[in-house]
């Protein structure tokens, strides 16, 4: 089947600093990801729908400007946590549906876990 | 809004037990459903999934029947494995979007013991 990939795979990090996650989709072309939340025993909460060429679309509630989104090319997307703090420690997923596809399946990456000390 | 409701774990059986994890859902229209499941460290993957009312999706002995007039796409596996401890989203996706999101549920924790 399809892969998506991210990097890192985990990732610390101090306070008031900014770390970027890659998510790339391997075998086929994405024009658009997805860029989940996952709370510890909580579902995944979907953060912004990250468009190729265009701007992000951001859900309710997240700050566009503190998680920044760059969707540069067909196989790669971006997520950027600007200033970071404690609070956004958390595991970050994506996903990518294939275009085209009847079956609307979306393929995951395997999630970065991100530690802000 | 659309919404996925999953039985709460964690689910703790015995190799070759019975399982059966509830799930419910509200939407507008005609979603497809789906259940991933996502073991320790690694990404979700696609268990099965159903597209219109009645539809069973089936994989890996697991099997799940699409219920429109109870609005629910129970998990059921008759026999689970130690392999099978993982943990369980219930997701729907809105039946009008070629390339939406998905809904999920909170996730079930099963683990099998030996």
């Known amino acids: 089947g399809a892969v998506v990939s991210q990097h890192p795979s985990r990732v610390i990090c101090k306070s008031g600093t900014s770390v970027k996650i890659e998510c790339r989709s391997l075998?086929?072309?994405?024009?658009?990801m997805f860029w989940y939340r996952q709370f510890p025993k909580k579902s995944l909460m979907l953060m912004a729908t990250?468009?190729?060429?265009?701007?992000?679309?951001?859900e309710q509630g997240v700050e566009k400007d503190k998680f920044l989104i760059n969707h540069a090319s067909l196989t790669l997307s971006t997520l950027t946590v600007t200033s970071a703090h404690p609070e956004d420690s958390s595991f970050y997923i994506c996903?990518?549906?294939?275009?085209?596809?009847?079956?609307?399946?979306?393929?995951f990456g395997p999630g970065t876990r991100l530690t802000v000390l | 809004g659309d919404s996925v409701t999953q039985m709460e774990g964690p689910v703790t059986l015995s190799e070759e037990a019975f399982l059966t994890i509830n799930c419910t859902y509200t939407?507008?229209?005609?979603?497809?459903l789906f259940w991933y499941v996502q073991y320790p460290g690694e990404g979700l993957q696609l268990l099965l999934k159903?597209?219109?009312?009645?539809d069973k999706g089936s994989n890996k002995g697991f099997e799940a029947t699409y219920r429109k007039e109870t609005t629910s796409f129970h998990l059921e596996k008759g026999s689970v494995q130690v392999s099978d401890s993982a943990v369980y989203f219930c997701?729907?996706?809105?039946?009008?979007?070629?390339?939406?999101?998905?809904?999920f549920g909170r996730g079930t924790q099963l683990t099998v013991w030996p």
């Open positions: 996903s990518a549906p294939i275009s085209g596809r009847g079956n609307n399946e979306q393929f």
């Open positions: 075998d086929f072309q994405a024009t658009t």
């Open positions: 990250s468009n190729e060429g265009s701007k992000a679309t951001y």
């Open positions: 939407a507008t229209g005609y979603p497809s």
């Open positions: 159903a597209t219109k009312a009645d």
């Open positions: 997701a729907l996706k809105d039946g009008g979007s070629t390339l939406g999101r998905l809904y």
